[in-house]
């Protein structure tokens, strides 16, 4: 998620992390723990970042969202875990 935003909105865009930060009103370190990937991005950060990139909502959140799974089935821990769930019988 964080090579996302680095590589296709700030690179492209020559922003760096501190302008990002200022256009959205948020912390620099918000910025730089979102870009690197230790800080989810949430319904108020996927508005700002619409916003500021003009595209929907939705798209920070649906990205979010598949960095989870990805994690959930990708971490062993998380998915020994997952992997005990069973269907309950009706």
């Known amino acids: 998620m964080g090579e996302m935003i680095n ?4 690179a492209p865009m020559r922003l760096t992390q501190g ?3 200022d256009a959205m ?4 370190k918000t910025i730089n723990e979102l870009c690197t ?5 949430t319904a108020d950060t996927a508005l ?6 003009g595209n929907s909502p939705n798209f920070w959140l649906n990205l979010q969202q598949r960095n989870e799974l ?3 089935l990708n971490t062993p821990k998380r ?3 997952i992997e005990k769930a069973r269907p309950v019988a009706a």
């Open 7 to 10: 590589e296709e909105f700030l």
């Open 19 to 21: 302008q990002l930060a």
């Open 25 to 28: 009103g948020v912390s620099r």
């Open 37 to 41: 990937n230790r800080r989810a991005i």
């Open 48 to 53: 700002m970042l619409a916003t500021v990139f």
């Open 70 to 72: 990805w994690k959930a």
């Open 79 to 81: 998915r020994a875990r």
